[in-house]
């Protein structure tokens, strides 16, 4: 279903994300950061424990139930996450202050356990009763990157794949922490079993960086609003280069400054409190990288610079534009081999949605997501930006079901696993004579997306405007949601997703 922009409220909304046009394209599911030492995880939930440098689960060797069983790396279940119970740990409080015992899910009384209360470098992990004994607890210490080190009790040595290995069936060490990827773990939450490419749901609203006088406001935002990730928009290129800036910054990349504060600050803040943070590209009236670097190569190093300089593990492409020859493709081809360089990285797509789902050609979000396929993306979320539907007293949360469902028909039809994210438009709609989405269709939308698996991703536009500064609206406000509220209400109802 096609939609049309006014050029005024494009103007006037620089690069909305999802305004006036359709969107859609978001995923999900990554672990989020914990706080610097001594950290609080969540105790008695089943975790896979990624590493960073392999992309590979840490694994009970063959589903093992007794004493001395190896504790090695295997490949996910699932890829990027696994549903099996050998694959799965859960956290519980140990003896010492601040340190945890490991147990696997397949058999919940094996532990982590070091070999004969081994202290030196090599000795190896296997599992064991668990007897409250320094060799059996751990602390979880936040790298700041959603990754995190884990340091035994007994041994302050470090949880640690020998000599970085990247091959199955490593049985796992520890040896003196040394910072590298090797060491570097993160939690998944397992898939409740749908099969379809993602690990959990997730409530991740955006916040455009265009809104703010500066970048220090962004953590006190999202504290604010509850939510436990956000996705920042937009990088788009700066001058028609092959680069991307952030808005109001005075030049392109290695440059960040936005206001007095550098996006590099914020968002280490946000992530040092626990907030997944996905950084997303394009908008309505913006571009992506793709559109201007002239290879696929190119384009990757210019992803590549998000990721080396915030350490985010969640890439967002919000396609609400006009594409150039090439560049879907280039795009794609660009991602895979970013997701190959970059074990774990989510990628999502932001693209229109109608109640037909996506609109087929070139734009229209149909030739996005095969391209993706026979790139050999793992596209993990296609995001509908479920809003403007153009009609008269229409229903959204019906129109939204529709369209959903319509998606995830045209996402298997393409050959791809990617799960259903739905951001929506809180308050007035950019239609003519506007709608409302209300706070009663945001649970609506709660609660149908809780009972359709298929949907992993809620979000909307944005958190800026989650108050209601400007009730009876009949425009779409960039600083508030034009219905009657408390501040960051939608919020309060989306975060329980």
Not at 219 to 242: E, H, M, Q, R, T
Not at 431 to 447: R, S
Request: glycine share 12%.
């Amino acid at each position: 279903m096609s939609r049309t922009c006014n050029f005024a409220t494009l103007v006037g909304q620089k690069h909305s994300i999802l305004r006036c046009s359709l969107f859609l394209a978001i995923v999900f599911l990554m672990p989020l950061t914990l706080m610097h030492a001594q950290n609080t995880l969540t105790t008695g939930t089943p975790y896979n424990i990624v590493n960073e440098n392999s992309g590979s689960c840490v694994d009970d060797t063959a589903s093992g139930t007794a004493n001395g069983t190896a504790v090695q790396q295997w490949a996910c279940g699932e890829g990027t996450y696994s549903t099996q119970p050998n694959q799965q740990w859960e956290f519980e409080n140990g003896t010492a202050s601040g340190y945890y015992y490991v147990a696997n899910v397949n058999a919940p009384a094996e532990t982590w356990n070091v070999t004969g209360n081994g202290t030196t470098n090599g000795s190896l992990i296997q599992t064991w009763t668990y007897a409250g004994n320094p060799n059996e607890e751990w602390e979880a210490v936040s790298l700041g990157n959603g990754y995190y080190k884990f340091v035994g009790q007994g041994s302050g040595l470090c949880l640690d794949t020998p000599s970085a290995s990247t091959a199955n069936g490593v049985h796992l060490d520890i040896y003196t922490c040394n910072g590298t990827a090797a060491q570097a773990f993160k939690l998944v939450t397992p898939s409740s079993g749908t099969g379809t490419g993602t690990a959990t749901n997730l409530f991740a609203p955006f916040e455009y960086v265009g809104d703010l006088g500066d970048a220090n406001q962004i953590p006190g935002i999202v504290s604010a609003s509850g939510a436990k990730a956000v996705i920042l928009a937009f990088l788009d290129p700066d001058n028609n280069g092959c680069n991307l800036i952030w808005p109001g910054a005075s030049g392109p990349l290695p440059n960040d400054t936005v206001g007095s504060t550098s996006m590099g600050t914020a968002i280490a803040d946000l992530q040092a409190a626990g907030v997944t943070v996905a950084l997303s590209q394009g908008g309505a009236g913006g571009q992506e990288a793709a559109a201007y670097c002239s290879t696929a190569a190119a384009t990757q190093a210019v992803y590549q610079q998000l990721i080396t300089k915030y350490h985010v593990n969640w890439l967002d492409f919000d396609v609400e534009y006009s594409e150039t020859s090439g560049q879907s493709v280039r795009r794609a081809q660009a991602l895979a081999a970013l997701q190959a360089a970059n074990p774990g990285l989510i990628i999502s797509y932001t693209l229109p949605l109608g109640p037909g789902g996506l609109d087929p050609g070139t734009g229209g979000g149909l030739t996005d997501i095969t391209d993706a396929k026979a790139a050999g993306l793992n596209l993990n979320i296609v995001n509908g930006m479920a809003m403007d539907f153009g009609g008269t007293n229409e229903n959204q949360p019906e129109l939204s079901e529709e369209g959903a469902a319509a998606l995830k028909s045209q996402i298997q039809s393409a050959g791809l696993t990617s799960t259903v994210g739905l951001t929506f438009l809180p308050g007035t709609s950019d239609d003519t004579p506007p709608n409302y989405f209300t706070l009663a269709n945001a649970t609506t939308m709660l609660n149908w997306a809780e009972t359709n698996k298929y949907v992993t991703l809620l979000s909307f536009w944005e958190l800026n405007r989650d108050n209601g500064g400007c009730p009876g609206s009949t425009v779409d406000e960039d600083t508030c949601s034009g219905v009657s509220q408390s501040s960051y209400e939608f919020s309060s109802i989306f975060r329980t997703f």
